[in-house]
């Protein structure tokens, strides 16, 4: 059976991505960290490597051997800091490779010249157990950079023996001891870190995912909220002119209606239907007929106030809710209305032809009034003035009893 082929591939030696992209992304992405963890190793490392010079000064005689082994941990130690340092600031993992291999080619070339300053055998059980631990450091405190630790660990283990066998003169037994301890050290830094590597990629290349996912997610979320308000916006809004359509007008008046009940404040409803509106589309056409409706209801929303509610009943019907108006005003305001609708510049299209409409009113009269109550009056008195001749202004029956 074939095992499934993962997700995002990764390199069997390196722990790397194979998609150039994705690693590119995935460095840039550690860069800042991975800058501050060799800045920080390296300052370690580089004291560590310093301090070991209290040992050499115990165990070795003034001598040229000593000075020449106090200056070379001198010269790595410094150079190891000032390179933690240039690291912290410069040390793009990216592009500056070369800068973060460096230190660890210095620290092991420091520590094969100890072997070659210090060839005395006693100290060599004590410099085989720093290099394995500073092979166990190349690997586990440098991570993200395999490949690089991986041949410096090399140059340091084959170095080290190198000089070893060179110059302390250790039987070949001893030599082949030291040879699995090294290997041994290097296997075990080596997978564990190509580990570490894999690990880190996974979880970035999910993590990656997620982001994805998420940015898909907040896309449709604002694809369906846009898609959303343009539904609201066709069922609340009349295509022609902008005004609110029946459904939503009914909505709005009723609620402007219950305030009014509840504040026992005057409320006032106009029916306005267009005269011989019929003949203006058989004359003009349907296209200048749709124009007018257009212009009346812009004149309507400008005449008017922004608290009053205005919907196109249907046809060439509008229907305004006046909260806070007395039908004694509301006469007032549908007679101004009347007027502007009657100076209106589409007519210009429409020589000898005198743009009118009928207007009819009604108004909160009880406590217990309703809405549909309220247009049906609105209505008969708009058929009133209709029946009367057009072009006028009526309140209805309800009102004019009441006054
Ligand atoms: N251009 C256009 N015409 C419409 C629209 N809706 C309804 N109409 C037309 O408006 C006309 C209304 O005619 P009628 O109900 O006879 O009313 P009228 O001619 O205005 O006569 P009165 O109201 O009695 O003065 C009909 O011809 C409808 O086709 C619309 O959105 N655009």
Redesign the pocket.
Known sequence: MSSPTPRYPLHRLTGQFLEPTREASYRHEIAPRVRLESSLALCVAALVFGMFSISDYHYLEPSLALTLLLAMRLVVTLSCLVLALVIGRLGDYNRRLWLHALPLWILATGIILIVLLRPDPESLSTQVTSLLVAITAFYLLIPNLLPVVTIASLYLSVGFLTAAVLVADIPVVVTLRITLLIVMANVVGFFALLRLERLQRTQFALLEEERVQNRQLVEEIARRKSLEAQLRMVAERDE?TGLDSRRHFMARAEALLKRARHEKAPFSLFMI???????I?DTWG?GQ??RV?AALAETCRRSLRPQDVIGRF???EFIVALPDTHPRDALMVAERLQQRISDLEVMEAMPGHRLTV?IGIAGFRDENADLDALIQQADQALYAG?HAG?NRVVVSQEVRDEA
């Open positions: 022609l239907d267009v005269d011989h509106f019929k003949a589309n349907h007929g749709d409706l249907g046809g060439e009928t209709k057009r």
